[in-house]
């Protein structure tokens, strides 16, 4: 089994900023990547951005690249997400999600390439 904990939502004006915060406890060891997703109100929860453990490989989703960052600190079990230049249609709860074996870059842009979830947290971007 493995925890998740999101923390670093809030609210905040168009063009603003904010890290998200994801620390992992449980089973470590076995996380191959680990994930950001985000569901809008009345929306399918969506792939944000991806990055496996050594850190080595990142993916986002079109719409996000070039503002969010995604970044891990495996010492701390922990996974960030950096948004800058928010925008109202990032309003979202934000959660984050971990893979346990190596998957290819196709299923780690799904929900079904992640074995945990995390309770997530409120990102709220007014105009």
């Known amino acids: 089994q493995v925890q998740l904990v999101e923390s670093g939502g809030g609210l905040v004006q168009a063009g603003g900023s904010l890290r998200l915060s994801c620390v992992a406890s449980?089973?470590?060891?076995?996380?191959?990547?680990m994930g950001w997703f985000r569901q809008a109100p009345g929306k399918e929860r969506e792939f944000v951005a991806a990055?496996?453990?050594?850190?080595?490989?990142?993916y986002y989703t079109d719409s996000v690249k070039g503002r969010f960052t995604i970044s891990r600190d495996n010492a701390k079990n922990t996974v960030y997400l950096q948004l800058i230049s928010l925008k109202p249609e990032d309003t979202a709860v934000y959660y984050c999600?971990?893979?346990?074996?190596?998957?290819?870059?196709?299923?780690?842009?799904?929900?079904?390439?992640?074995?945990?979830w995390g309770q997530g947290t409120q990102v709220t971007v007014s105009s």
């Open positions: 990055i496996t453990r050594s850190g080595g490989s990142t």
């Open positions: 449980g089973r470590t060891f076995s996380i191959y990547a």
């Open positions: 999600a971990t893979a346990h074996t190596p998957r290819g870059t196709v299923i780690l842009r799904s929900k079904r390439g992640y074995d945990y």
